[in-house]
């Protein structure tokens, strides 16, 4: 069974402090793993997909990174409109997609 | 623009009535998915769609049902037997297995209150 584990839960940062959002996960033939943004009360935005170990994506602040076992979503100065749900996801050999918990991240001016 | 639109946002209901939670989308998506999200928890699969006229069960859809009459449209019903409704939906979409395009669109929610 697929697993994706999201660390930490929730993370207080102020302005301009950098640091990174973890996800761990066991899947069945990584058929791509996936980061969303969601704001409070909305359906989740499409971030970065990653589908090989060493791949790495970048937007804006944002960089996503992924390894065999877990992807980082490394966050550069970060500012009070980077406050979100980030959700990380992976789809499986079957074509079937596994959500984590998500990261609750607060950046306070 | 297009997209997913979810109605209602909001809804109420009493215990022992069913809900129709509406789902439509003009991306010309082949799949369809409906999620329930609880507080700190992952999206949890209910039911999907990859063709109009069928439809396959997720993780959890004890309590729920679909029907995908058309290509644009996918409405849950959250019936009585569902012991604990009151969640976040979210409806999302994709072009298709086929296609190999492996992003999903969501729409923006329906919450889901059980008085």
């Known amino acids: 069974e697929d697993q994706v584990t999201q660390s930490p839960e929730a993370l207080r940062l102020q302005e301009g402090e950098s640091s990174s959002l973890n996800c761990s996960y066991t899947?069945?033939?990584?058929?791509?793993l996936f980061w969303y943004r969601q704001d409070p009360g909305k359906g989740p935005e499409f971030l970065f997909t990653?589908?090989?170990a060493g791949e790495e994506k970048e937007k804006e602040r944002l960089k996503a990174t992924l390894t065999k076992k877990e992807s980082f979503l490394h966050i550069t100065a970060p500012k009070p409109e980077d406050s979100a749900t980030y959700l990380c996801?992976?789809?499986?050999?079957?074509?079937?997609?596994?959500f984590g918990g998500g990261t609750r991240l607060m950046v306070k001016p | 623009d297009g997209g997913i639109t979810q109605s209602p946002k909001y809804l109420f209901r009493k215990e022992g009535q069913n809900v129709t939670l509406s789902c439509e989308q003009n991306?010309?998506?082949?799949?369809m998915y409906w999620y329930r999200q609880d507080p700190g928890q992952g999206l949890r699969l209910i039911y999907y769609?990859?063709?109009?006229?069928?439809?396959q069960k997720g993780d959890i859809a004890e309590g729920y049902s679909v029907s995908r009459e058309k290509k644009e449209s996918f409405p849950l019903t959250v019936t009585s037997a569902q012991k604990n409704p009151t969640a976040f939906y979210l409806c999302?979409?994709?072009?298709?297995?086929?296609?190999?395009?492996?992003?999903?669109?969501f729409g923006a929610g329906s919450r889901l209150t059980v008085l």
């Open positions: 999302a979409s994709r072009p298709g297995v086929r296609t190999g395009a492996n992003v999903l669109t």
């Open positions: 899947v069945s033939g990584l058929r791509g």
């Open positions: 990653l589908y090989s």
């Open positions: 996801a992976v789809r499986d050999a079957g074509n079937m997609l596994t």
């Open positions: 991306l010309n998506h082949d799949a």
């Open positions: 769609s990859q063709i109009v006229n069928d439809f």
